[in-house]
């Protein structure tokens, strides 16, 4: 594994105590510290958006499949080109975010996909596909749950681009909420505007939700942001390439560089590591 910084961000899980809303907050600003020093060559917006993609799938993945591996692409029209976010079980999460020619505008934009893939603990990967809609990194993946998981749930995301104060939260109300439950949540929600970021910890999160009617904790868990790269697992990924396609790799140099786009780690590959021939 690699020897990258680890930064932790919290996620909390709630039942408010009527048992009509299912409360998931947290505090990500430890994942934009680690994304500003894994991506040094990303402005503070850019840093931003893929702070927020990180953010919604650990909510996504906060809901239940703590045991799958999540991973969220997504590829716009907007400043984004592409998006990825990575989160293991074991509680790593790792991104990379590749910027597009265009100078201006919303980073997420379509027309484009949001790939969610889910594994498995026995590793087989669900795939699914969604046409991006106008809106957020939040909408596209509130977009994603009501259509293909058929979940109606809220999305709030945030990540200050001058200062990476982050976080998230999702709510997502049960079947038997009452209207009048779902009316003072929707002006919860709304009302969360006037909170400034550095004020919206999960515990924050959690109260103002609830609104004075308690809150049955479900779970506290940790997010490292950590890339998982090594020379391994590299080998073994290029090991897995045609015999003529690996030659070709070596046609000029007998050693190949190959950088990690999640963290930027360069590892030096041989001729004999990758072939068993020696150099000329």
């Known amino acids: 594994m690699s020897d990258s910084p680890i930064h932790v961000a919290r996620v909390a899980r709630g039942l408010t105590q009527d048992h009509h809303i299912r409360i998931a907050a947290m505090d990500a600003t430890p994942l934009w510290d680690g994304v500003r020093r894994g991506h040094p060559h990303l402005d503070g917006e850019a840093c931003a958006c893929l702070t927020e993609l990180l953010s919604a799938t650990a909510l996504v993945q906060s809901r239940g499949h703590s045991a799958e591996r999540l991973q969220l692409l997504l590829k716009g029209s907007g400043r984004a080109k592409a998006v990825v976010a990575d989160s293991w079980p074991d509680g790593t999460i790792r991104g990379v975010l590749d910027v597009s020619e265009q100078p201006s505008g919303s980073w997420v934009q379509a027309p ?11 590793g087989q990967p669900y795939v699914g596909h969604l046409e991006l809609v106008e809106g957020s990194v939040a909408t596209q993946v509130e977009a994603y749950l009501q259509i293909s998981e058929q979940v109606q749930a809220s999305l709030t995301l945030w990540c200050d681009p001058s200062t990476g104060e982050a976080g998230g939260l999702m709510v997502e109300p049960l079947p038997h909420c009452p209207p009048e439950r779902l009316a003072r949540l929707v002006q919860a929600i709304e009302g969360l505007d006037v909170v400034p970021n550095w004020e919206r910890t999960p ?18 868990s940790d997010l490292h942001y950590r890339c998982r790269c090594n020379r391994q697992s590299l080998l073994g990924t290029l090991s897995g390439f045609p015999h003529g396609q690996k030659v070709d790799l070596f046609a000029e140099l007998d050693t190949l560089e190959v950088r990690c786009d999640y963290c930027g780690k360069v590892y030096e590959i041989t001729r004999e590591e990758l072939l068993g021939e020696a150099g000329a």
Do not use: A, Y
């Open 112 to 122: 484009g996909t949001l790939q969610v893939m889910r594994s498995n603990p026995d």
């Open 203 to 220: 515990d924050f999160l959690m109260g103002w939700i609830n609104q004075g009617t308690g809150v049955e904790d479900i779970s506290v």
